[in-house]
């Protein structure tokens, strides 16, 4: 089966400009996963989404990240506006309702 | 807070080796203990987990092992290849929450 597929794969910004990654799940996997790894760390989970209505958003920093999925498939995380700290590979995740998920190969993002 | 705690941070172990990386947890609602292997660019491929009614796990040369009144699990690699040189996360869940929680990763490096 095709994994979870992610774009782009790398992105510089400068500080304070907006950004959005683009995740698209297993094909019928009802549960995705947005997780941030900055670099030396564990993935941190930022919001997961059931379907398309959210589950857990509680560690994402509601001021400047924003995430949606519409439809139940395809998922969008935006940050407006980026901070320095916020440089780190944001990795998407998703299965089919238990924990065992399967990971994208993230986007790099660096904050300038 | 940091609700798994890994260590080693980093390992080098000659082929043929043993490896061992330990976890332990605080959270007793915990009952998911997956083990992860990122390599450098990819995102973490889930490797063996197991359920603390099991006290040990194999698949093939990697073992979990799990000591549910000391709160630590460990990932045993035998005969280390290497190709096993990765980065290693441990990680919990609790039931029907299914967000991970990570530890800090290994860096195993398997010397020829």
């Known amino acids: 089966e095709a994994g979870v597929a992610q774009s782009p794969r790398y992105k510089i910004i400068e500080k304070r400009q907006s950004v959005a990654f683009w995740c698209n799940p297993i094909s019928g996997h009802a549960t995705l996963y947005w997780y941030q790894q900055i670099l030396g760390q564990g993935p941190k989970l930022l919001i997961q989404?059931?379907?398309?209505?959210?589950?857990?958003d509680s560690q994402l920093p509601k001021d400047r990240f924003s995430a949606e999925r519409l439809k139940g498939v395809d998922s969008t995380l935006k940050i407006q506006p980026a901070k320095l700290e916020d440089s780190a590979v944001y990795l998407c995740a998703s299965s089919l309702g238990g924990p065992g998920y399967t990971f994208g190969s993230g986007t790099r993002l660096t904050v300038v | 807070q940091q609700q798994v705690k890994q260590s080693p941070q980093s390992l080098i172990v000659q082929k043929g080796g043993i490896s061992i990386i330990n976890c332990a947890y605080e959270?007793?609602?915990?009952?998911?203990f997956p083990w992860y292997q990122q390599f450098p660019g990819k995102g973490p491929a889930l490797l063996i987990a197991i359920r603390p009614d099991v006290s040990e796990k194999k698949e093939g040369r990697f073992t979990i092992s799990f000591n549910k009144s000391a709160k630590q699990f460990s990932l045993h690699i035998m005969d280390s290849q290497p190709g096993d040189s990765a980065t290693y996360f441990c990680?919990?869940?609790?039931?029907?929450?299914?967000?991970?929680?990570f530890g800090t990763g290994t860096r195993l490096t398997v010397i020829p």
């Open positions: 990680a919990a869940s609790s039931m029907g929450a299914n967000n991970l929680f």
């Open positions: 989404f059931q379907n398309n209505g959210v589950v857990d």
């Open positions: 959270n007793t609602a915990f009952d998911y």
